[in-house]
């Protein structure tokens, strides 16, 4: 079901507010558990941080792709590989979250302006199907959020290990 306005318009204050939250989790980590994983299967904080740089790069060309293209195929990908085959642990998380940062505040400035009929465009997602602007808009608000508290699910299991 689209968004109505007010809707669209919450959620893309969450959206804008994303790497806030994402910046504040990352610093509460203390240097010597931000590598930690809470299991061999779990990201660290660092892995967590980089991923973001690359999903954020990646959604910011989908949502263009939406409202652009007539016919838009997104394709997705394995985050677990790319984590592993990009070695998430060599990437440099300040410039990381820089990146995260600045994507989002250009994709949301772009988002606020739009008039309202560039919004319900659908195009076809590789793994899920149908996929409009405002599935997008769901999952991109939502995603630095998860991730936010996944930094903050990590600490709080670090913590109890170090305690």
Same mark, same amino acid.
């Given at each position: 079901? /689209? ?15 994303? /790497? ?25 904080? *660092? ?41 998430? *642990? ?15 505040? *250009? ?35 939502? *995603? ?20």
């Amino acid at each position: 079901m /689209p968004f109505d306005v007010a809707a669209r318009e919450a959620f893309l204050r969450r959206y804008a507010k994303g /790497p806030l939250l994402l910046r504040k989790a990352w610093e509460a980590v203390p240097p010597e558990a931000r590598t930690w994983r809470p299991s061999e299967d779990k990201w660290s904080a *660092h892995e967590v941080v980089v991923h973001c740089a690359d999903s954020e790069t990646y959604a910011a060309v989908r949502i263009r792709l939406l409202l652009a293209e007539p016919e838009p195929l997104i394709v997705g990908y394995d985050e677990d590989v790319w984590a592993r085959r990009f070695y998430y *642990h060599a990437s440099d998380p300040d410039l990381a979250l820089g990146l995260v940062e600045a994507v989002r505040a *250009h994709t949301a400035a772009m988002l606020v302006g739009l008039p309202g009929e560039y919004w319900g465009r659908t195009g076809r997602h590789s793994q899920s199907g149908p996929y409009s602007t405002d599935d997008w808009l769901r999952i991109y608000a939502e *995603h630095l959020e998860a991730h936010a508290a996944q930094i903050g699910r990590n600490l709080v299991a670090w913590q109890n290990l170090v305690d």
